[in-house]
């Protein structure tokens, strides 16, 4: 099974848009036969997310730091749960079970997770797709902030690159589902051309 993993905000925020994605993402990931691996929370659109896979019957694997868990944040409904010491071994434990990773909107964390997925892109330490989810608009901001460092030559235009964008669920999970297959086909290709 594909899994991705999805940052995404603890609130629910005031913008009804995020939460019909969130569940419109849910629902598309367990039709489609897609784990979820996320921060292990039962609050904010982080909650709505993991409902929304498991009441379409989905798999949902969270990740939690053990702080939080004892801080009646962690969903005790999930198919699998992995508690951790540390936000380093959340963040590393996240990429290590996914596939791809996919941004909600969200604030400092989830932007900084999302973050670090790209530099690991960057120095390739991994090839999965990063994808923002943009609904509403709400990364436009942010993708002028890149496109800015870009023009004062701080940010390479190949490393900007890897910022993938969509305006749905049904977007971003399609470029998720695009890229894994050209990498399946870029591997079919390379085993072909080994066994001749």
């Not at 690991?120 to 999965?128: F, P, V, Y």
């Not at 023009?151 to 399609?174: D, F, H, I």
Request: hydrophobic share 45%; with cysteine.
């Amino acid at each position: 099974m594909k899994q991705i993993c999805v940052y995404l905000a603890g609130n629910i925020g005031h913008e009804k848009v995020h939460v019909e994605q969130a569940e419109t993402l849910g629902r598309l990931m367990a039709t489609e036969g897609i784990g979820l691996v996320y921060g292990g929370a039962r609050v904010g659109l982080m909650g709505v997310l993991a409902d929304a896979v498991l009441a379409h019957g989905g798999v949902v694997t969270g990740v939690i730091p053990r702080h939080l868990e004892y801080r009646d944040v962690a969903h005790e409904g999930l198919t699998h749960m992995h508690v951790v010491d540390t936000m380093h071994e959340r963040k590393y434990k996240m990429q290590s079970l996914a596939d791809a990773s996919l941004a909600l909107p969200g604030g400092f964390g989830t932007i900084e997770e999302i973050f670090e997925a790209l530099t690991w892109a960057q120095i390739e330490l991994h090839e999965k797709p990063c994808v923002f989810l943009n609904s509403g608009g709400y990364y436009d901001y942010l993708f002028k902030f890149l496109d800015h460092a870009v023009a004062q030559g701080l940010l390479r235009v190949k490393n900007r690159a890897l910022v993938l964008q969509a305006p749905t669920a049904e977007s971003a999970l399609q470029i998720i589902q695009e890229a894994w297959a050209e990498k399946e086909k870029d591997l079919i290709q390379t085993l072909r051309a080994y066994r001749r």
